[in-house]
């Protein structure tokens, strides 16, 4: 079986909307929850780009595999005839799209020795950004064969979008997270959770920081008109 994995190797990528943006979509017009914010937008980037498995900010990266493709013969039972060939067609997908280059290739033989695979065998497809990239074979370009059974190939590659090219809808679902995060926080001290606690939202000898699920009717002038709680245990799906 072909294991891949996939990491960021440029560090923690800078959330693509300034603070002062976010505090004048939040409507915050003070600094006291600056550090809260921007702990908040990077999360909501990192989280964004988990569920889309997209990279949102152009960082660079590596992507690990077992083998090529077309490299495992599968099972037979019985005598095999005929040439024992490996498939050299296929690409290897890219993921967390767009793609924008591939950087370089590494392969790593049976006696552990590391040799860069020259960018003269291959070529990048980046002809769709909505879809993951691919790294294709030159014609008469073969892959590398005898190599070790695990982590045996490594790929650089960039992607994301560049500075002021990332799509509107994107931008704006960030700011959506962010303040989606803001919105539902638990304000938390040394001694616990001062505000759920005061609105009932600590469910007795469940949890003494965990909040159940709860909706507050305000009216305008900031009055509580209707409170709803269901337990813990109760499920999101109800009627």
């Known amino acids: 079986m072909n294991i891949d994995r996939v990491k960021r190797t440029s560090g923690q990528p800078t959330f693509p909307i300034t603070l002062a943006v976010i505090k004048s979509y939040l409507g915050v017009n003070h600094s006291q929850q600056d550090d809260t914010i921007t702990n908040m937008m990077n999360s909501a980037l990192g989280l964004f780009e988990r569920l889309t498995r997209r990279a949102i900010v152009e960082s660079e990266w590596m992507l690990t595999l077992d083998s090529f493709p077309g490299g495992g013969l599968g099972w037979w039972d019985g005598v095999k005839d005929g040439a024992r060939v490996q498939d050299q067609r296929r690409p290897i997908e890219i993921p967390n799209p767009p793609l924008i280059s591939i950087d370089e290739v590494r392969t790593t033989d049976l006696s552990n020795t ?82 759920c606690g005061a609105y009932g939202m600590i469910h007795p000898r469940e949890s003494e920081t965990q909040t159940i699920r709860s909706v507050f009717f305000i009216d305008p002038k900031g009055i509580v008109r209707a409170m709803f709680y269901y337990p813990k245990s109760n499920g999101r799906s109800f009627k």
């Open 114 to 195: 590391q040799t860069v695979f020259a960018d003269t065998n291959y070529y990048a497809d980046i002809s769709d950004p909505e879809q993951p990239g691919r790294l294709i074979l030159n014609f008469g370009a073969i892959w590398p064969v005898n190599l070790r059974y695990q982590n045996a190939i490594e790929i650089d590659f960039t992607a994301g979008w560049a500075e002021g090219t990332i799509p509107g809808e994107i931008l704006e679902a960030l700011k959506m997270i962010v303040a989606h995060m803001l919105m539902t926080r638990c304000v938390c001290d040394e001694t616990g959770c001062k505000a």
